[in-house]
């Protein structure tokens, strides 16, 4: 099993900047992929970016492009997301996911883990 424990969410006025970071333990040799999701309330999941642990290719969805940038740090087990300009439309509970299986996207049909989500509020 792997444990995702994500941070670094809160509240930013539109424009700012944010960091979150995702930290996996556990059984993560049989992980393949790791990223983020976000899903408000009513609304589908949208997938936010994807890193593939090892290669390091990135993809990310059509909204974030050039304002997010997700990177990796091996050493530590942990995912960060850096959101740069931020808008309204960006609020949303954030989840980290980790899967076996990878798409070659941003998307993320299978979660296989998943952490509590954090609040990303922009106003």
């Known amino acids: 099993h792997v444990q995702l424990v994500e941070s670094g969410g809160g509240s930013v006025q539109a424009g700012g900047a944010l960091r979150l970071s995702c930290a996996a333990s556990g059984n993560t040799y049989s992980v393949r992929c790791m990223g983020w999701f976000r899903q408000a309330p009513g609304k589908q999941r949208e997938g936010v970016a994807t890193i593939i642990n090892g290669g390091g290719s990135t993809y990310y969805g059509d909204s974030v492009k050039g304002r997010f940038t997700i990177s990796q740090d091996t050493a530590k087990n942990t995912v960060y997301l850096h959101m740069n300009s931020l808008k309204f439309e960006d609020t949303s509970m954030y989840y980290c996911?980790?899967?076996?299986?990878?798409?070659?996207?941003?998307?993320?049909?299978?979660?296989?883990?998943r952490g509590q989500g954090t609040q990303v509020t922009v106003s």
């Open positions: 996911a980790a899967s076996t299986r990878c798409t070659g996207s941003a998307s993320w049909p299978w979660v296989d883990y």
